[in-house]
């Protein structure tokens, strides 16, 4: 399974846009990268999945850059409800039917 | 379209006791997966189910178990609680290859 590294926590203020970045240097050819978020005593809420090159949904953008050894989360114009565990996870496109790895996340606090 | 449904919310067993969660997927989804979330361990696979069967199981001992039925509802039991069990254990669905989506989770206190 690759690995992912993240900031362990980021700070921000209402209406920036903040950029979460997640190393995966041992990506393999089939993984996708796939972005999770998570409040306080929920179970974590899929924001994007994406391969290569950008995605963008109705709530964040995934940029991955062309060697797909690293991607960035783009939140913009956060919100006070923003604020969580954000996770970066590698693997098949398939998040329902495998074992998803967890790491530590990102936790981001979005100040007034 | 309702979401993962869990429940209950909120459990407190003794040491030594069973339990038994239970998890209602998105309608029309077969897969249903387990985890169990610490403080310490963070989110932890347990297994999961497809069409009545475990495709996937976890690294946990044999005290946990799991099972679905015909409708995709899922139930875990963990016999002989420890208080080292006390977590969130979360559920999530999926179609057969899909997105895992995840249900508000049941918090088991064991004291």
């Known amino acids: 399974l690759a690995k992912t590294t993240q900031p362990i926590s980021m700070d921000s203020y209402e209406g920036q846009e903040v950029n979460i970045t997640c190393s995966h240097n041992n990506i393999a050819t089939n993984d996708y990268i796939t972005w999770y978020q998570q409040f306080p005593s929920q179970g974590p809420r899929f924001i994007i999945q994406g391969y290569k090159t950008k995605v963008t949904n109705e709530v964040a953008s995934l940029f991955i850059p062309a060697d797909r050894k690293s991607s960035t989360l783009s939140l913009p114009r956060v919100s006070l409800s923003d604020t969580a565990v954000y996770y970066c996870l590698v693997g098949g496109q398939d998040t329902g039917r495998r074992a998803l790895t967890f790491g530590s996340g990102t936790r981001l606090q979005v100040q007034p | 379209k309702a979401g993962v449904t869990q429940t209950p919310r909120y459990l407190i067993k003794t040491r030594g006791q069973q339990v038994t969660l239970s998890c209602s997927p998105i309608?029309?989804?077969?897969?249903v997966s387990w985890y169990q979330q610490t403080p310490g361990q963070g989110l932890q696979f347990l297994f999961e189910?497809?069409?009545?069967?475990?495709?996937n199981k976890g690294n946990f001992p044999g005290r946990f178990s799991g099972r679905q039925f015909s409708n995709s509802r899922s139930e875990m039991n963990v016999s002989t609680l420890e208080l080292g069990d006390s977590a969130l254990y979360l559920c999530a669905s999926s179609l057969e290859v899909g997105s895992a989506f995840f249900g508000q989770g049941t918090r088991l206190t064991v004291v």
């Open positions: 189910y497809f069409s009545e069967t475990q495709r």
């Open positions: 309608s029309g989804h077969r897969s």
